[in-house]
């Protein structure tokens, strides 16, 4: 039988290490404003990157604007339109390390 001596230390750092690599390590606000529209917001918090789904269950086309602040990073924005029916996303990634994403949807219909 053959074994390898550092074996049992990897793989504890390997078991120390995982839950960060995969779990969430901030907290997640979402200031809506709709308008009066039928817009359904999912946020996806994974390690590095917040996803936001937008799903318009009204029966015109939206376009919403984001804005995500996420200190010390800098702000971002972004925009999604949002046809009826339709699901799309928007993807902020992590440059810094961050705590806590506060995430402003303003949703309008869209002009035709």
């Given at each position: 039988?053959?074994?390898?001596?550092?074996?049992?230390?990897?793989?504890?750092?390997?078991?120390?290490?995982?839950?960060?690599?995969?779990?969430?390590t901030y907290t997640v606000e979402v200031h809506?404003?709709?308008?009066?529209l039928d817009i359904k917001i999912e946020t996806?918090?994974?390690?590095?990157?917040?996803?936001?789904?937008?799903?318009?269950?009204?029966?015109?086309?939206?376009?919403?604007?984001?804005?995500?602040?996420?200190?010390?990073?800098?702000?971002?924005?972004?925009?999604?339109?949002?046809?009826?029916?339709?699901?799309?996303?928007?993807?902020?990634?992590?440059?810094?390390?961050?705590?806590?994403?506060?995430?402003?949807?303003?949703?309008?219909?869209?002009?035709?």
């Open positions: 039988m053959i074994t390898v001596g550092f074996a049992p230390a990897a793989l504890a750092l390997a078991v120390l290490f995982a839950p960060a690599a995969f779990g969430q809506p404003t709709l308008n009066d996806v918090e994974a390690t590095g990157m917040l996803v936001v789904k937008l799903t318009n269950d009204t029966e015109r086309k939206v376009r919403c604007k984001l804005r995500f602040d996420a200190s010390p990073q800098t702000p971002y924005r972004s925009t999604v339109n949002v046809d009826p029916g339709e699901t799309e996303q928007s993807v902020f990634r992590a440059q810094r390390k961050w705590f806590a994403v506060g995430v402003e949807v303003e949703c309008e219909a869209a002009q035709p």
